[in-house]
């Protein structure tokens, strides 16, 4: 039997970010998992500026060495038609996933997080957490073990108001990155993401509604994407995994609660999964230290309003062809108006200002 003060089941980003901020809280942390590090999953491999201060708010840094910077964000149709924005301050990085979960690890060990690896969690019985090594009681259980959580079956949290699923894919290529922009290609019904991780590396990245389309197939919509990644070579198999639209109807329960894709999570067109997973992390430690769990659903409905409003209008674009020619072409011809979408996306102009100073981007598309 171990007494601690929390145990976090799950062990990713969003469990090691939460476990990294109470510890430095003064909390005793244990996080349990049934893989080992580093953890992978397809994704973009991007980092927001937003998504950067979060972790900087957990005290967590991520070393330049492992990472590459970008500038900004650019969008490409398949009919030649692009618009690019640099962000208004600050920059993003590209990191591949399992650089980045090492990274967490490390800076868990550090604050003195007690992890324990291949040893997953197998029951929850009122406030006792079984694992296949150990049985934990603590004061709280947080559920970090992504869509599909267990944590949430076993205390009654995984009732969805909202769920839409999307299909991902993600391989890596060996080639310098041709911009300083992470580029997101839109195709007819999918996206392309071609992120710098590296001086000599890109992670590509392809999401669609369809699950039998793949990164080859998807790239013949843009030739000469393809001819440039056919000269360099394939770094990693094509991996894939589900991104969704999930909103549960609570996030917490008694003393339990759920934090990042187990607590619901929005459609990865915004790369802001991370970001989302940090800012929540920070909210839940702080309703732990005051001892209420009120104030972390709040922050949770607060937290999710931008990153949801922003799915919800790229998924429009995705899902209406001549909606996105024509907002494609507003942003080309009118970069002032893509640049404020790029701010109010990572959080630097908020929504309402940005509505109210781009009321001509609805007109326009309309003409």
Same mark, same amino acid.
């Given at each position: 039997?171990?007494?601690?003060?929390?145990?976090?089941?799950?062990?990713?980003?969003?469990?090691l970010?939460t476990a990294?901020?109470?510890?430095?809280?003064?909390?005793?942390v244990?996080?349990?998992d049934?893989?080992?590090?580093?953890?992978?999953?397809?994704?973009?491999?991007?980092?927001m500026?937003?998504?950067?201060?979060a972790?900087?708010?957990?005290?967590i840094?991520?070393p330049?060495?492992?990472?590459?910077?970008?500038?900004?964000?650019?969008?490409a149709?398949?009919g030649g038609?692009?618009?690019?924005?640099?962000?208004?301050?600050?920059?993003?990085i590209?990191?591949?996933?399992?650089?980045?979960?090492?990274?967490?690890?490390?800076?868990?060990?550090?604050?003195?997080?007690?992890?324990?690896w291949s040893?997953p969690?197998?029951?929850?019985d009122?406030?006792?957490?079984?694992?296949?090594?150990?049985?934990f009681?603590?004061?709280?259980?947080?559920?970090?073990?992504?869509?599909?959580s267990?944590?949430?079956?076993?205390?009654?949290? %995984?009732?969805?108001? /909202?769920?839409v699923? +999307?299909?991902?894919f993600?391989? !890596?290529? *060996? #080639?310098t990155?041709?911009?300083n922009?992470?580029?997101?290609?839109?195709?007819?019904?999918?996206?392309?993401?071609?992120?710098?991780?590296?001086?000599?590396?890109?992670?590509?990245a392809l999401?669609?509604?369809?699950?039998?389309?793949?990164?080859?197939?998807?790239?013949?919509?843009?030739?000469?994407?393809?001819?440039?990644l056919?000269?360099a070579?394939?770094?990693?198999?094509?991996r894939?995994?589900?991104?969704?639209?999930?909103?549960?109807?609570?996030?917490f329960?008694g003393?339990?609660a759920l934090?990042?894709?187990?607590?619901?999570s929005?459609d990865?067109?915004t790369g802001?999964?991370?970001?989302?997973a940090?800012?929540q992390?920070?909210?839940?430690v %702080?309703a732990l230290q /005051?001892?209420?769990? +009120?104030?972390?659903?709040a922050? !949770?409905? *607060? #937290?999710?309003?931008?990153p949801?409003?922003?799915?919800?209008?790229?998924?429009?674009?995705?899902?209406?062809?001549?909606?996105?020619?024509?907002?494609l072409?507003?942003?080309?011809?009118?970069?002032?108006?893509?640049?404020?979408?790029l701010?109010?996306?990572?959080?630097?102009?908020?929504?309402?200002?940005?509505?109210?100073?781009?009321?001509?981007?609805?007109?326009r598309m309309?003409?």
């Open positions: 039997m171990i007494t601690t003060d929390i145990v976090i089941v799950g062990g990713g980003p969003a469990g970010a990294i901020a109470a510890s430095r809280r003064g909390f005793r244990s996080v349990v049934g893989r080992k590090p580093p953890l992978d999953k397809a994704c973009g491999e991007g980092l500026p937003d998504a950067l201060a972790a900087g708010r957990l005290g840094s991520i330049v060495e492992e990472s590459f910077l970008f500038r900004g964000i650019r969008f149709g398949s038609t692009s618009a690019a924005a640099s962000f208004p301050t600050g920059f993003g590209g990191v591949r996933r399992t650089a980045l979960h090492r990274v967490l690890v490390d800076q868990a060990e550090l604050a003195g997080v007690d992890l324990h040893d969690a197998t029951g929850v009122g406030d006792v957490v079984r694992t296949r090594a150990a049985v009681r603590p004061r709280w259980i947080v559920g970090a073990d992504g869509g599909g267990r944590i949430g079956s076993w205390t009654g949290l %995984d009732t969805c108001s /909202r769920e699923r +999307r299909f991902g993600r391989r !890596h290529h *060996r #080639i990155p041709w911009t922009y992470m580029e997101i290609y839109w195709g007819p019904a999918f996206q392309i993401y071609v992120t710098p991780v590296a001086p000599e590396e890109i992670c590509l999401i669609s509604r369809d699950p039998h389309l793949r990164m080859d197939d998807a790239l013949v919509s843009f030739p000469q994407l393809r001819e440039r056919a000269r070579p394939q770094l990693s198999n094509e894939g995994a589900i991104t969704a639209t999930r909103r549960l109807r609570t996030v329960r003393r339990v934090v990042g894709d187990a607590s619901g929005v990865a067109i802001e999964g991370l970001c989302v940090f800012q992390a920070l909210a839940l %702080d /005051r001892d209420d769990l +009120r104030e972390y659903a922050a !949770h409905r *607060r #937290i999710a309003r931008r949801t409003f922003m799915a919800d209008f790229m998924l429009l674009m995705d899902r209406w062809p001549l909606l996105q020619t024509r907002a072409r507003v942003f080309a011809d009118r970069p002032d108006i893509f640049a404020r979408l701010a109010m996306h990572v959080g630097q102009l908020p929504v309402v200002d940005f509505a109210a100073a781009s009321l001509g981007l609805a007109w309309l003409l």
